[in-house]
């Protein structure tokens, strides 16, 4: 080969992928979460119809950060761009599989308010039926009753319909026409499918509309934003000191993305709730949140769970979380803090004396953090009714002090879901005596995955069976023997759909492989795209 067309050949860049190498990971993507795995028997199999809106959310985010990447080292051929796209695709994806179908509690965070006769037509809502595009035309009807003389909407949901341009040149003048009426937008997954581009200019549009408004409420979650996204809202965020309710979830929010939003937003005097689920926020932005929460002084309810948040992020909030002394709902799951950062965590706990709800699993918290955790609830939150810590690798030298909080507890909790631990029979028989005395409200218990044999099994069910109330007990996943299942259908036999299913139980008691759970995290050594994409796949069980 002659040294021109060697030339020519470097000078080719493999950055950034053509529309239609995107579409091809988006099936790619889509294919995955749909096909049966070990990941999906153990957290459920997605819809086809649910899959192919994951995939397109994760390839615009594993998008958005290649791209990120590449912008900072412009003059590589885009080799490590590719390979940065293709990694943060397969992690996306794993957490999409891991955090299984959605379920109804998330479906309903969006609520119809009841309409009563003195206050009719509060709640616009375009967001039911099926996902689709919205043009122009069909833009013009359905946003007539806005138009309507005297009407009192005060809230307005544009979700699960894509804006392009030319439907965005309709709402704008509407919504501004509604200033001084409006205090709850929603403006959740409502750019789907579109290009960047124009993405961003629909972004843009609707937050100059909406700038001044004094809004309560704002929900702009699911848009794969990003630093640019986040940007193209400047004018709406930059106007908001009265926000009670802040929601960013799945919205691609960076390092960079995170600093934007604190930059924006003048005034978080009034928040209660903010969430920030599934990003890939990272320690420094995790640094950047806690800005934000040290100037949230009444906030509720914070959500900052699967965004990949470390021992260094997880003490910065932690330690912010300390202003928040209001706190009722803390839900952090799903990231990397460690023991330190669970200590921390701790001693934050210790002065919340308002929770009702707890969600701190898969924080590789280990015994020393699970414990300080603990033994700080067990000494404020007299009020919790849902506890949850699984799949932090507690062992059953941790169970007398786990079963000490739950006695002193017994009044309040209502869950107790301990799944994917290490508690064997002996801490779950010491749990399970726990659970003998009376407990008033509890309905759910989830010690699945924990390596229960036969004597755990049986004692546990002995504990729960007769309780008032009592709903479900999930022991799934464990080693129980085919003599155990047997007996702890015995103890059910007058309740029977109290006691969970047993499809995965394994009697002969064999350890699981976390390798499956890791291969949709690995590179291959090949820079070319198309290699990285046959590589994206959740690996089935041998």
Same mark, same amino acid.
Request: aromatic residues 6%; contains cysteine.
């Given at each position: 080969?002659?040294?021109?067309?060697?030339?020519?050949?470097?000078?080719?860049?493999?950055?950034?992928?053509?529309?239609?190498?995107?579409?091809?990971?988006?099936?790619?993507?889509?294919?995955?979460?749909?096909?049966?795995?070990? *990941? $999906?028997?153990?957290?459920?199999?997605?819809?086809? #119809? %649910? =899959?192919? +809106?994951?995939? !397109?959310?994760?390839? &615009? /985010?594993?998008?958005?950060?290649?791209?990120?990447?590449?912008?900072?080292?412009?003059?590589?051929?885009?080799?490590?761009?590719?390979?940065?796209?293709?990694?943060?695709?397969?992690?996306?994806?794993?957490?999409?599989?891991?955090?299984?179908?959605?379920?109804?509690?998330?479906?309903?965070?969006?609520?119809?308010?009841?309409?009563?006769?003195?206050?009719?037509?509060?709640?616009?809502?375009?967001?039911?039926?099926?996902?689709?595009?919205?043009?122009?035309?069909?833009?013009?009807?359905?946003?007539?009753?806005?138009?309507?003389?005297?009407?009192?909407?005060?809230?307005?949901?544009?979700?699960?319909?894509?804006?392009?341009?030319?439907?965005?040149?309709?709402?704008?003048?509407?919504?501004?026409?509604?200033?001084?009426?409006?205090?709850?937008?929603? *403006? $959740?997954?409502?750019?789907?499918?579109?290009?960047? #581009? %124009? =993405?961003? +200019?629909?972004? !843009?549009?609707?937050? &100059? /509309?909406?700038?001044?408004?004094?809004?309560?409420?704002?929900?702009?979650?699911?848009?794969?934003?990003?630093?640019?996204?986040?940007?193209?809202?400047?004018?709406?965020?930059?106007?908001?000191?009265?926000?009670?309710?802040?929601?960013?979830?799945?919205?691609?929010?960076?390092?960079?993305?995170?600093?934007?939003?604190?930059?924006?937003?003048?005034?978080?005097?009034?928040?209660?709730?903010?969430?920030?689920?599934?990003?890939?926020?990272?320690?420094?932005?995790?640094?950047?949140?806690?800005?934000?929460?040290?100037?949230?002084?009444?906030?509720?309810?914070?959500?900052?769970?699967?965004?990949?948040?470390?021992?260094?992020?997880?003490?910065?909030?932690?330690?912010?979380?300390?202003?928040?002394?209001?706190?009722?709902?803390?839900?952090?799951?799903?990231?990397?803090?460690?023991?330190?950062?669970?200590?921390?965590?701790?001693?934050?706990?210790?002065?919340?004396?308002?929770?009702?709800?707890?969600?701190?699993?898969?924080?590789?918290?280990?015994?020393?953090?699970?414990?300080?955790?603990?033994?700080?609830?067990?000494?404020?939150?007299?009020?919790?009714?849902?506890?949850?810590?699984?799949?932090?690798?507690?062992?059953?030298?941790?169970?007398?002090?786990?079963?000490?909080?739950?006695?002193?507890?017994?009044?309040?909790?209502?869950?107790?879901?301990?799944?994917?631990?290490?508690?064997?029979?002996?801490?779950?028989?010491?749990?399970?005596?726990?659970?003998?005395?009376?407990?008033?409200?509890?309905?759910?218990?989830?010690?699945?995955?924990?390596?229960?044999?036969?004597?755990?099994?049986?004692?546990?069910?002995?504990?729960?069976?007769?309780?008032?109330?009592?709903?479900?007990?999930?022991?799934?996943?464990?080693?129980?023997?085919?003599?155990?299942?047997?007996?702890?259908?015995?103890?059910?036999?007058?309740?029977?759909?109290?006691?969970?299913?047993?499809?995965?139980?394994?009697?002969?008691?064999?350890?699981?492989?976390?390798?499956?759970?890791?291969?949709?995290?690995?590179?291959?050594?090949?820079?070319?795209?198309?290699?990285?994409?046959?590589?994206?796949?959740?690996?089935?069980?041998?």
């Amino acid at each position: 080969m002659d040294s021109t067309a060697q030339n020519r050949l470097h000078s080719i860049k493999l950055w950034p992928p053509s529309q239609g190498t995107r579409q091809i990971l988006v099936e790619r993507i889509t294919k995955n979460l749909t096909t049966p795995s070990i *990941l $999906s028997r153990k957290y459920g199999l997605l819809s086809k #119809e %649910e =899959a192919e +809106e994951d995939a !397109k959310r994760i390839e &615009a /985010a594993a998008f958005e950060t290649a791209n990120q990447h590449f912008e900072k080292e412009p003059d590589g051929d885009g080799g490590s761009a590719v390979q940065l796209y293709a990694k943060e695709s397969s992690t996306l994806m794993v957490e999409a599989v891991k955090r299984g179908p959605r379920v109804k509690e998330e479906q309903q965070e969006i609520t119809i308010e009841p309409i009563t006769p003195e206050n009719k037509k509060i709640v616009f809502d375009i967001s039911k039926g099926k996902r689709a595009f919205i043009e122009a035309d069909e833009a013009k009807e359905l946003l007539k009753p806005l138009q309507e003389p005297g009407n009192n909407y005060t809230k307005i949901c544009f979700s699960n319909r894509s804006f392009g341009l030319d439907a965005a040149r309709i709402a704008a003048p509407i919504l501004v026409s509604l200033k001084g009426q409006l205090t709850e937008v929603d *403006l $959740s997954d409502f750019v789907a499918g579109r290009p960047e #581009e %124009e =993405a961003l +200019e629909v972004m !843009k549009m609707f937050s &100059a /509309a909406l700038e001044g408004f004094d809004l309560r409420y704002l929900d702009i979650s699911d848009n794969a934003l990003g630093e640019k996204g986040v940007r193209a809202f400047s004018e709406l965020l930059s106007s908001q000191s009265n926000l009670e309710e802040l929601y960013l979830k799945n919205d691609g929010i960076s390092e960079e993305a995170a600093k934007a939003v604190v930059e924006l937003i003048p005034s978080t005097q009034k928040l209660k709730i903010l969430h920030f689920h599934n990003n890939m926020t990272g320690d420094e932005g995790a640094i950047a949140i806690a800005q934000l929460l040290k100037k949230s002084p009444i906030l509720e309810d914070f959500r900052c769970s699967s965004t990949r948040v470390g021992s260094e992020g997880g003490i910065a909030l932690s330690e912010a979380l300390a202003t928040c002394t209001g706190l009722k709902k803390l839900d952090l799951r799903d990231n990397i803090f460690g023991v330190e950062a669970g200590v921390a965590l701790s001693k934050t706990v210790s002065l919340l004396t308002n929770l009702t709800e707890i969600y701190l699993s898969y924080l590789n918290l280990e015994n020393e953090g699970s414990l300080a955790i603990v033994n700080a609830l067990k000494d404020s939150a007299k009020f919790l009714e849902v506890f949850e810590l699984a799949g932090n690798d507690i062992t059953a030298e941790a169970a007398s002090a786990l079963a000490e909080f739950i006695v002193a507890r017994k009044e309040s909790l209502v869950k107790i879901l301990l799944s994917e631990n290490e508690l064997k029979d002996d801490g779950v028989i010491t749990i399970a005596k726990a659970l003998e005395e009376d407990f008033p409200r509890l309905t759910e218990v989830d010690l699945s995955t924990n390596m229960i044999r036969r004597a755990g099994a049986r004692v546990l069910a002995q504990a729960v069976v007769g309780k008032p109330g009592f709903k479900v007990l999930n022991i799934n996943g464990n080693y129980i023997s085919d003599e155990g299942v047997e007996d702890v259908k015995e103890i059910f036999k007058n309740s029977p759909d109290l006691l969970g299913p047993l499809d995965d139980n394994d009697p002969e008691g064999e350890e699981y492989n976390d390798e499956d759970e890791d291969a949709a995290d690995e590179d291959g050594d090949g820079d070319e795209l198309g290699s990285k994409l046959k590589e994206l796949e959740i690996k089935q069980e041998e």
